[in-house]
Nanobody, 115 residues
Framework: QVQLVESGGGLVQAGGSLRLSCAAS????????MGWYRQAPGKQRELVAR???????TYADSVRGRFTISRDNAENTVYLQLNSLKPEDTAVYYC?????????WGQGTQVTVSS
């Protein structure tokens, strides 16, 4: 079992920045992929970014160049730096870990960008 605890969401004006954190605990030995998804009202959950233990990253086209994902393998923590935020980035952001054949999700953290 893996437990995920997120922090760092909030309300920010367009053009502003936020940093999300997600700490994994439990059976966390050698977690490969950690990532962030988001879900806006009335929309499906979508991938924002993910990172492997080796540092390979993947970004959604809509956030590439504005968001940066990173991780601390020793602390089993993944971060998402959100810059140049837009109102359309408003969503609940979920931390995700794929480990030992299972998907684990955090509780979600709200990001609201005002115009």
């Amino acid at each position: 079992q893996v437990q995920l605890v997120e922090s760092g969401g909030g309300l920010v004006q367009a053009g502003g920045s936020l940093r999300l954190s997600c700490a994994a605990s439990g059976s966390v030995f050698s977690i490969n992929v950690m990532g962030w998804y988001r879900q806006a009202p009335g929309k499906q959950r979508e991938l924002v970014a993910r990172i492997t233990s080796g540092g390979t990253t993947t970004y959604a086209d809509s956030v590439r160049g504005r968001f940066t994902i990173s991780r601390d393998n020793a602390e089993n923590t993944v971060y998402l730096q959100l810059n140049s935020l837009k109102p359309e980035d408003t969503a609940v952001y979920y931390c995700n870990v794929f480990h030992m054949g299972r998907n684990y999700w955090g509780q979600g953290t709200q990001v609201t960008v005002s115009s």
